[in-house]
């Protein structure tokens, strides 16, 4: 039994004594979504660089899953609402001031671009599929005809929601381990990993693993140093960020990030790639899987330290 | 098959290496090794997952579990995880990693699955009543010189060695 004494007259349920607000939607919306923007972001960049005969599983096979994934995600975003009925309202208003307002935009934006996107490449991937309706058809050839600029839109997109998902939680000043510039980044390029990783289970054609072996292993080396730089931060800042980042440094929430976050889905997926692309050992879909493990458990990790942590110690 | 051998190490070169591992967890960690110990742990978290109730009442879980106490928290468990993944690695690197059941030519998957896993049933059921298993008695207590582990070594040996005659069909 666990009790707890609270003296000040604050009778706030799942705020005292810390937060309890936000359970499984979130984590799940944000790994979602970090890996829906890591895949569209460098299927993009690889159809305007040229390459989707090369690379049909980046370019082509992998943004068939975009929509999907993404339509998941937004399920247990939605889930998370108190009032439902109320969702319309993000889209009465534009607030540059608030990244859910930024974020519901960018939505707004992706989820179509993604679908266009994936039934543009469906031609190429299952070439006798039919359409029942020949107007979709048309709609389909006409908006083909600007794939560059949807791409360039898809990477501009893809770019913010890989951002707003971190920037989501680093906007809420309140709590001490979200109150950092780094979540931003930190949650893009995990997101750019996760996506590489889909792709990589995906993908059957050797050259095509290799590369996205090789844009794994820097995404994973930027993560690392993001981590690290995040820590120097807040060791670095005021005692409330020292107590924040002591959950990690000792805390709770040690060994569940150090061993499973960093140990197993960063620094070993990446040298299993490195020996991988270096050929000393066969290539496998094990780091893949354990770079999505990680991404996950990073996303859950983040969210209950965040909501754990506090200003009044 | 002489290919096959060379990508495993000499065992007498292993054994150093796994006795160096064992002095540095001792330095380390400031425990041995062990295996048993992290599957008893696993089943203590299960049940208490399915049944607390059941846990804080028995005098045994109750030891590992129950109330604030996380079953998992302990250095076996991840440890384990550790032999696991370094294992995992070792395969790959030796570009030897594949899915299969190894056993004799007389018997099949499945009875080489059941049998493996009756073995290990008892094996899990005597370690406990032991106090440890061959890494936690054996490799731990006899590295500490204790009696009880080097009678437990030479009793399990002398036991193998007995009961393997019955079984050695299955194998030839």
């Not at chain 1, 150090?258 to 197993?264: A, E």
């Not at chain 2, 054994?15 to 742990?41: D, P």
């Not at chain 2, 049998?115 to 054996?138: K, P, V």
Request: charged share 15%.
């Amino acid at each position: 039994m666990h009790e707890i004494t609270i003296t000040s007259g604050r009778n706030l349920p799942h705020i005292d004594p810390w937060l309890t607000i936000w359970g499984w939607e979130i984590p799940v919306y944000l790994f979602l979504g970090g890996l829906v923007s890591g895949i569209l972001f460098i299927s993009a960049v690889f159809y305007l660089r040229g390459r989707a005969d090369r690379y049909p599983t980046i370019v082509r096979v992998g943004p068939l899953f975009a929509p999907v994934l993404l339509a998941v995600g937004l399920l247990a975003l939605f889930l998370d609402l108190e009032y439902k009925l109320h969702v319309f309202r993000f889209y009465t208003a534009i607030r540059l001031e608030s990244p859910m307002s930024w974020g519901s935009w960018t939505l707004a934006a992706i989820f179509p671009l993604s679908t266009l996107w994936a039934l543009i490449h469906l031609k190429y991937v299952l070439p006798n599929w039919r359409w029942p309706w020949p107007i979709i058809e048309k709609l389909i050839d006409f908006f083909s005809g600007y794939s560059r600029a949807i791409a360039w839109l898809l990477i501009i997109y893809a770019s913010l929601l890989g951002m707003y998902t971190g920037i989501l939680l680093s906007a809420f000043n309140a709590r001490p381990f979200w109150n950092t510039a780094i979540l931003g980044p930190l949650f893009l390029v995990s997101g750019l990993s996760t996506g590489v990783a889909m792709i990589m289970l995906l993908s059957r054609d050797e050259a095509e693993r290799h590369l996205l072996a090789h844009i794994d292993i820097f995404a994973i080396a930027v993560e690392l140093f993001l981590i690290i730089h995040l820590f120097m931060g807040f060791l670095a800042s005021t005692q409330i960020h020292i107590e924040a980042a002591k959950l990690f440094l000792g805390g709770p929430y040690t060994t569940e990030f150090w061993v499973f976050v960093v140990g197993l889905g960063l620094v070993l997926p990446g040298l299993m790639e490195l020996l991988e692309v270096r050929g000393k050992i066969l290539p496998t879909r094990i780091p893949a899987i354990l770079v999505l493990a990680g991404g996950l458990l990073l996303r859950f990790i983040v969210l209950e330290a965040g909501q754990f942590s506090q200003w009044t110690f | 098959m002489e290919s096959e051998s060379q990508k495993y190490w000499s065992p007498y070169a292993a054994g150093v290496a796994l006795g160096l591992i064992l002095l540095l967890t001792f330095v380390l960690m400031g425990r041995g090794l062990g295996a048993s110990g992290a599957m008893m742990r696993t089943v203590t978290w299960a049940v208490d997952t399915v049944s607390p109730a059941h846990v804080d009442s028995n005098p045994y879980f109750s030891k590992y579990a129950g109330g604030d106490k996380n079953p998992l928290s302990n250095w076996l468990v991840f440890e384990v995880i550790g032999v696991f993944f370094g294992g995992l690695l070792s395969g790959m690197l030796a570009k030897r990693m594949r899915l299969q059941v190894e056993h004799g030519p007389r018997i099949t998957d499945k009875g080489r699955l059941v049998l493996a896993l009756t073995g290990g049933a008892i094996m899990g059921f005597g370690a406990r009543l032991a106090l440890g298993c061959t890494s936690g008695q054996a490799l731990t207590g006899g590295a500490t010189m204790a009696v009880g582990s080097w009678i437990f070594m030479l009793t399990m040996f002398a036991a193998a060695f007995g009961v393997a005659w019955l079984f050695r069909k299955q194998w030839i």
